[in-house]
């Protein structure tokens, strides 16, 4: 038989063929259409993650910054230390206190000024309360008390200061009596009752010792 007798394919059959061949290339368009796709994808997403981990990166940096470039406080001296550790409070062993007026004797028109000195009379130095807020003046004339400091005192502050052994300290400004009579009820008063003219005792206290001896002086 000759190759003129052979049967031709039908139409469905090349049918079959050109849609197979479509199929075929719309594969190969879906598949280089999915490789170009996820490549987009995935340096998206590589670009996205530096930014989160660019957070923790960046934290030692920040954390380093202070320890390297913070400078250190300088220790305490030795001798600072030490006196903060060795120097005690003043006693009445170590302290005398004694009350000091800048004149025995006063005229009508004159003023007592008032004082207080401090001795250290211990061996080693020691800090003491000389503020205000310790200081207490009382001026008596016989069992009468006449007028005290803190009756009327509106201002007051602390001062603690170190007394070497061996030294004497007074009040920086002396306190001024204006010879009249004091009370918590009178301070704004202007006609308090004047001291008359007589003997009178000045007696002191500081940081809670007294003096032993009240000074003597009159009004005349």
Not at 4 to 17: D, E, G, L, N
Request: proline share 8%; net charge neutral.
């Amino acid at each position: 038989m000759t190759s003129s007798a052979r049967r031709r394919p039908s139409p469905a059959v090349y049918r079959r063929r050109r849609l197979a061949v479509l199929l075929a290339v719309f594969a190969v368009a879906a598949l280089v259409a999915v490789v170009i796709w996820q490549p987009w994808r995935s340096g998206a997403g590589d670009a996205a993650r530096p930014a989160v981990s660019t957070s923790p990166s960046a934290t030692p940096t920040t954390s380093a910054t202070p320890t390297t470039s913070a400078p250190t406080p300088p220790a305490p001296t030795p001798s600072a230390s030490e006196s903060a550790a060795t120097i005690a409070p003043c006693t009445t062993s170590d302290i005398s206190v004694l009350a000091v007026t800048d004149k025995d004797s006063y005229g009508g028109d004159e003023l007592p000024k008032l004082s207080i000195t401090i001795s250290n009379e211990g061996d080693e130095p020691c800090l003491m309360n000389v503020g205000t807020t310790t200081q207490k003046f009382e001026i008596t004339s016989g069992s009468d008390v006449w007028w005290r400091s803190t009756d009327c005192q509106t201002e007051s502050s602390d001062q603690v200061v170190q007394i070497a052994a061996g030294q004497t300290v007074s009040s920086a400004t002396p306190l001024e009596w204006s010879r009249t009579r004091s009370s918590v009820d009178t301070c704004d008063k202007k006609d308090r009752p004047r001291a008359l003219p007589g003997s009178y005792h000045l007696s002191v206290s500081i940081g809670g010792i007294e003096a032993a001896d009240t000074r003597y002086f009159q009004l005349r």
